[in-house]
Protein backbone atom coordinates (compact mmCIF):
# COMPACT_ATOMS: atom_id res chain seq x y z
CA UNK A 1 0.00 0.00 0.00
CA UNK A 2 1.33 3.40 -0.93
CA UNK A 3 0.15 7.01 0.56
CA UNK A 4 1.47 9.81 -1.04
CA UNK A 5 1.52 13.57 0.07
CA UNK A 6 2.99 17.06 -0.96
CA UNK A 7 2.61 20.65 0.99
CA UNK A 8 3.48 23.74 0.77
CA UNK A 9 5.67 25.25 3.76
CA UNK A 10 6.42 28.85 4.27
CA UNK A 11 9.53 28.23 5.62
CA UNK A 12 12.92 27.97 4.11
CA UNK A 13 13.91 24.87 3.87
CA UNK A 14 16.96 24.37 6.94
CA UNK A 15 13.96 24.82 9.07
CA UNK A 16 11.49 22.33 7.93
CA UNK A 17 14.75 19.90 7.71
CA UNK A 18 15.35 20.50 11.44
CA UNK A 19 12.10 19.38 12.27
CA UNK A 20 12.58 16.33 10.32
CA UNK A 21 16.03 14.82 11.96
CA UNK A 22 15.61 16.59 15.46
CA UNK A 23 14.34 14.01 17.46
CA UNK A 24 13.25 16.85 19.89
CA UNK A 25 11.13 18.52 17.49
CA UNK A 26 9.71 15.64 15.88
CA UNK A 27 8.09 15.33 19.37
CA UNK A 28 6.31 18.46 18.12
CA UNK A 29 4.63 17.43 15.09
CA UNK A 30 4.19 13.20 15.50
CA UNK A 31 1.24 12.58 17.12
CA UNK A 32 1.75 10.08 19.95
CA UNK A 33 5.86 10.01 19.64
CA UNK A 34 7.16 9.18 23.28
CA UNK A 35 11.15 9.12 22.11
CA UNK A 36 13.72 7.74 20.17
CA UNK A 37 16.09 5.52 21.40
CA UNK A 38 19.67 4.86 19.26
CA UNK A 39 20.47 0.83 18.90
CA UNK A 40 23.68 1.79 17.17
CA UNK A 41 26.35 4.16 17.01
CA UNK A 42 24.92 7.13 16.12
CA UNK A 43 26.67 9.77 13.09
CA UNK A 44 24.38 13.28 12.95
CA UNK A 45 26.86 13.86 9.43
CA UNK A 46 26.11 10.79 7.99
CA UNK A 47 23.36 8.36 9.33
CA UNK A 48 22.69 6.14 6.84
CA UNK A 49 22.29 2.66 8.61
CA UNK A 50 21.89 3.72 11.84
CA UNK A 51 18.65 1.80 13.95
CA UNK A 52 16.63 3.35 15.98
CA UNK A 53 13.66 2.30 18.27
CA UNK A 54 10.93 4.68 18.50
CA UNK A 55 8.31 4.49 21.38
CA UNK A 56 4.51 6.02 19.95
CA UNK A 57 1.44 5.97 22.29
CA UNK A 58 -0.98 4.04 20.28
CA UNK A 59 -4.26 4.90 22.15
CA UNK A 60 -4.18 3.96 26.10
CA UNK A 61 -0.77 2.23 24.96
CA UNK A 62 2.35 2.72 24.21
CA UNK A 63 4.26 0.95 21.01
CA UNK A 64 7.71 0.40 20.19
CA UNK A 65 9.01 0.40 16.16
CA UNK A 66 12.66 -0.40 15.50
CA UNK A 67 13.62 1.06 12.67
CA UNK A 68 17.05 2.44 10.49
CA UNK A 69 18.10 5.05 8.20
CA UNK A 70 17.65 3.95 4.80
CA UNK A 71 18.44 7.08 2.74
CA UNK A 72 19.85 10.92 4.11
CA UNK A 73 20.73 14.24 2.19
CA UNK A 74 21.48 16.91 4.31
CA UNK A 75 17.94 19.72 4.06
CA UNK A 76 16.57 17.58 1.07
CA UNK A 77 15.78 13.72 1.78
CA UNK A 78 15.90 11.34 4.87
CA UNK A 79 14.10 7.55 4.00
CA UNK A 80 13.55 5.77 7.00
CA UNK A 81 12.60 1.89 7.38
CA UNK A 82 10.14 1.03 10.29
CA UNK A 83 9.80 -2.52 11.70
CA UNK A 84 6.41 -3.88 12.69
CA UNK A 85 5.28 -7.48 13.57
CA UNK A 86 2.71 -7.00 10.72
CA UNK A 87 4.14 -4.74 8.65
CA UNK A 88 7.35 -2.80 6.94
CA UNK A 89 7.02 0.36 7.01
CA UNK A 90 9.49 2.55 4.61
CA UNK A 91 8.63 6.86 5.01
CA UNK A 92 10.68 8.94 2.49
CA UNK A 93 10.35 12.61 2.96
CA UNK A 94 11.62 14.68 0.09
CA UNK A 95 12.14 18.52 0.11
CA UNK A 96 12.41 20.88 -2.26
CA UNK A 97 13.35 24.67 -2.40
CA UNK A 98 10.90 26.83 -3.85
CA UNK A 99 11.96 30.16 -2.59
CA UNK A 100 14.69 31.12 0.03
CA UNK A 101 11.19 30.94 2.75
CA UNK A 102 9.11 28.55 0.86
CA UNK A 103 9.77 24.66 0.30
CA UNK A 104 7.53 22.08 -0.41
CA UNK A 105 7.89 18.52 1.27
CA UNK A 106 6.53 15.32 -0.53
CA UNK A 107 6.44 12.48 1.33
CA UNK A 108 5.73 8.89 0.57
CA UNK A 109 4.97 6.39 3.08
CA UNK A 110 4.67 2.25 1.93
CA UNK A 111 3.66 -0.31 3.69
CA UNK A 112 4.05 -4.23 2.94
CA UNK A 113 2.13 -6.33 4.48
CA UNK A 114 4.66 -9.39 6.13
CA UNK A 115 1.53 -11.65 6.95
CA UNK A 116 -2.11 -12.27 6.41
CA UNK A 117 -3.53 -10.69 8.82
CA UNK A 118 -1.34 -7.62 8.37
CA UNK A 119 -2.94 -7.58 4.43
CA UNK A 120 -6.04 -7.53 5.97
CA UNK A 121 -5.08 -4.46 8.91
CA UNK A 122 -3.58 -2.86 5.73
CA UNK A 123 -6.77 -2.40 3.60
CA UNK A 124 -8.78 -1.38 6.70
CA UNK A 125 -6.75 1.35 7.75
CA UNK A 126 -5.58 2.69 4.81
CA UNK A 127 -7.95 5.58 4.86
CA UNK A 128 -6.90 6.11 8.97
CA UNK A 129 -3.36 5.92 7.67
CA UNK A 130 -3.82 8.71 4.70
CA UNK A 131 -5.89 11.23 7.19
CA UNK A 132 -2.81 10.61 10.24
CA UNK A 133 -0.34 11.35 7.74
CA UNK A 134 -2.34 14.60 6.50
CA UNK A 135 -2.62 15.55 10.53
CA UNK A 136 0.97 15.50 10.87
CA UNK A 137 1.89 17.01 7.53
CA UNK A 138 -0.23 20.18 8.86
CA UNK A 139 1.21 19.81 12.23
CA UNK A 140 5.04 19.77 10.84
CA UNK A 141 3.81 23.09 9.13
CA UNK A 142 2.53 25.08 11.77
CA UNK A 143 5.73 23.90 13.44
CA UNK A 144 8.00 25.12 10.51
CA UNK A 145 6.66 28.26 10.08
CA UNK A 146 6.10 29.61 13.30
CA UNK A 147 9.76 29.67 13.46
CA UNK A 148 10.13 32.60 10.77
Known amino acids: MLITNQMEIQAPIEVVFSY ?10 MTGLEGTEYLT ?12 KQRLREGNRIQEYEGQVTEYNKNNRITIQMNHPS ?4 VSYHLQEISPNSSI ?3 TEELTAKTVSGKILSIL ?3 FMKKGLEKQMKALKQCAEKQL
Request: proline fraction near 3%; aromatic fraction near 18%.
Open 20 to 29: LEDNDKQKEW
Open 41 to 52: KFDISNPVGVKF
Open 87 to 90: FLIN
Open 105 to 107: LYI
Open 125 to 127: FRV
